[in-house]
């Protein structure tokens, strides 16, 4: 178990790495630069302001630079935009707010889908399963970015009971609708996916022994059918994670809620070149580690697995 | 000739084809979609013919007075009425859906053929080559894609080319995947190796032996493609960092109908919005059908 995890974390180092290195060289191959703006400057007070920011090194060492100062200091440098603040300011100001409701959601699209799936396959073709499987399909083309603005219509504009945007430290009211828009349409898919594979298990040769031993449901499900029937939900929880880090970026736009998403729009229209460097490389590190949290679970789960 | 109607029919053999057709056709969600979706292009073929303004035309008697004269209409020519600029919603409607079929058909197009491509080779050739082009595909995997293709708008030009390429560099990689694993199980099959045996040059074996055995699974995934690169193009121009005005798309118009829905001008949220899940259902639907249809799992 050790020796995997260690495989696994030397694997991410390269990974990281190439993400890096992807994006500085796409950041300077890009024309015009951060201080290029209608008005030319100077060519003297350019050259002095390029300075400030180290731009006047050659490529390679800016680069060396900018890597070994994230991996001795995890500093990522100034922002080009604000005088003020570094990018870790900037992190350090929105991170915690996407990272408030990107968990809830995660949990809310996880839990609810899991047993929404769950719930559809114990009781197949009654009901309770058609209502599932018909919310399931519904919700997939409920994307974040057409919830938003339909909750926004129904809660706000018509009935009046939540708030349109804000967080004002992450209040209920503020939380509500930010993670429906994004949890919707994962939670449906998670819920087809569970439903799926928890029938295509229910009907598998092992768990007919088990019945006919005499197993009640209860156990049968619990004991034998969940741990084989989580496994393709598992290998879609890394998916997810990606959909809600990026999910997160309208929500926080669209929400107001000054989560990093909107430092990284920003930053994107304002070609804040550090920012956006940042925020990304700190979007693909979360994914990586967050992959290898999956790669543990399903070793976990699936005994044919080993390390 | 009495004779001849007693005497056992010959079985006539079904290709796989016609079997994944039969399948298909049984799948009444699946046809319903499809014939929906002929008739959206259709319409978005034949639609622009009747469109009595183009979509960059300010209509100056509506602009500004959106919410009390730009109500669609048959009357002034607005057939789904004005947007907040007097420009026509119908014209701009048509042109956001073509926009969002085109990415959602030739992004999938560029998947399907880089994928194939790197997965067939991958898995074909094996060895140490399979393996350093499998972890590539790891590292790539491990990157948001919808940020990479933010990425490059922002870098380089906005426009729908530069959306083309984003969405093609980071779509083939699950196909990738998927080709590289169907393609190790066909290596070792019997027609295969008979092929070898019999001396077929390694080009000839994987375009006629490897590649019509993986039509089906590339297929398959082609299909779910298809609705995820149109969700993340109209993701990436409801952020408004897609293509730019006046062209425009149908997450752009989604959004527009979205900032503008508290001033009593709901149907320029909910136009657009209505083509975009009907697209987006139908591609959903169609590919079920043919998950159902192909896949070889549930034979």
């Given at each position: 178990m050790f020796r995997f995890i260690l495989n696994r974390l030397i694997y991410a180092v390269p990974t990281m790495l190439v993400m890096i290195v992807a994006c500085f060289v796409l950041m300077h191959v890009a024309p015009g630069g951060p201080f290029t703006s209608e008005r030319p400057l100077p060519p003297q007070v350019l050259a002095n302001i390029e300075a400030r920011y180290g731009l006047d090194q050659p490529y390679w060492k800016q680069l060396w630079d900018y890597i070994a100062n994230i991996v001795l200091r995890f500093?990522?440098?100034?922002?080009?935009?604000?005088?003020?603040?570094?990018?870790?300011?900037?992190?350090?100001q929105g991170f915690p707010i996407t990272l408030t409701y990107g968990v809830l959601s995660f949990i809310a699209a996880t839990t609810i889908g899991i047993s929404l799936g769950l719930l559809a396959a114990l009781r197949q073709n009654t009901l309770a399963d058609y209502l599932a499987v018909g919310f399931s399909f519904v919700a997939q083309v409920l994307p974040n970015f057409v919830m938003g603005p339909i909750l926004i219509l129904i809660f706000t504009l018509h009935l009046g009971w939540l708030p349109g945007g804000g967080w004002y430290g992450g209040q209920w009211q503020y939380l509500i609708m930010p993670v429906i828009a994004l949890?919707?349409?994962?939670?449906?898919?998670?819920?087809?996916?569970?439903?799926?594979?928890?029938?295509?298990?229910?009907?598998?040769?092992?768990?007919?022994?088990?019945?006919?031993?005499?197993?009640?449901?209860?156990?049968?499900?619990?004991?034998?059918?969940?741990?084989?029937?989580?496994?393709?939900?598992?290998?879609?929880?890394?998916?997810?994670?990606?959909?809600?880090?990026?999910?997160?970026?309208?929500?926080?736009i669209y929400f107001s809620t000054g989560g990093l998403g909107q430092a990284y729009v920003n930053s994107a229209l304002n070609r804040d070149y550090s920012v956006l460097l940042g925020t990304t490389i700190l979007y693909g590190g979360l994914t990586i580690f967050f992959n290898l949290v999956t790669d543990l679970l399903y070793a976990w789960l699936d005994p044919k697995i080993r390390y | 000739m009495a004779f001849a109607a007693n005497a056992p029919s010959v079985a006539k053999g079904r290709s796989l084809w016609g079997d994944a057709r039969i399948r298909y056709l049984r799948n009444r969600a699946a046809v319903l979609a499809s014939c929906v979706l002929v008739l959206l292009i259709a319409f978005v073929l034949i639609g622009p013919v009747f469109a009595q303004y183009s979509i960059e035309e300010i209509d100056w008697g509506i602009m500004g007075q959106a919410a009390e004269l730009g109500k669609p209409t048959l009357a002034n020519g607005h057939f789904f009425g004005a947007d907040d600029l007097g420009r026509d919603l119908y014209a701009r409607t048509l042109q956001g859906t073509t926009t969002s079929l085109m990415v959602g058909l030739i992004g999938a197009s560029v998947a399907l053929v880089v994928g194939t491509a790197y997965g067939a080779i991958a898995g074909y050739v094996g060895g140490r080559t399979d393996n350093i082009m499998m972890r590539i595909v790891d590292i790539l995997m491990a990157i948001p894609?919808?940020?990479?293709?933010?990425?490059?708008?922002?870098?380089?030009?906005?426009?729908?080319?530069?959306?083309?390429?984003?969405?093609?560099?980071?779509?083939?990689?699950?196909?990738?995947?998927?080709?590289?694993?169907?393609?190790?199980?066909?290596?070792?099959?019997?027609?295969?190796?008979?092929a070898r045996a019999s001396g077929v040059s390694d080009v000839m074996i994987i375009w006629r032996h490897i590649l019509p055995n993986l039509l089906g699974v590339v297929i398959v995934y082609a299909s779910i493609l298809?609705?995820?690169?149109?969700?993340?193009?109209?993701?990436?121009?409801?952020?408004?960092?897609?293509?730019?005005?006046?062209?425009?798309?149908?997450?752009?118009?989604?959004?527009?109908?979205?900032?503008?829905?508290?001033?009593?001008?709901?149907?320029?949220?909910m136009i657009p919005l209505s083509f975009f899940m009907l697209t987006i259902l139908c591609m959903f639907f169609i590919g079920d059908g043919l998950r159902d249809a192909l896949d070889p799992k549930d034979r």
């Open positions: 500093d990522f440098g100034p922002s080009f935009q604000y005088k003020d603040r570094d990018v870790n300011d900037v992190i350090a949890s919707t349409s994962y939670m449906a898919s998670i819920a087809r996916i569970t439903r799926s594979s928890m029938l295509e298990v229910l009907n598998s040769n092992f768990i007919r022994t088990a019945k006919a031993k005499g197993l009640p449901t209860h156990r049968i499900v619990v004991q034998h059918a969940l741990k084989p029937a989580m496994l393709p939900v598992v290998s879609y929880l890394s998916p997810v994670f990606v959909y809600v880090i990026t999910g997160s970026v309208f929500v926080d | 894609s919808t940020l990479v293709i933010i990425l490059l708008m922002v870098i380089f030009e906005r426009s729908l080319i530069m959306i083309f390429i984003g969405l093609g560099l980071t779509g083939w990689l699950t196909m990738s995947r998927v080709v590289r694993g169907q393609t190790l199980s066909l290596m070792q099959r019997e027609f295969v190796e008979a298809v609705p995820e690169m149109i969700l993340a193009e109209s993701f990436i121009s409801f952020l408004g960092l897609g293509v730019q005005e006046p062209n425009t798309s149908l997450g752009a118009l989604i959004a527009e109908g979205a900032g503008t829905m508290a001033y009593g001008t709901l149907w320029q949220l």
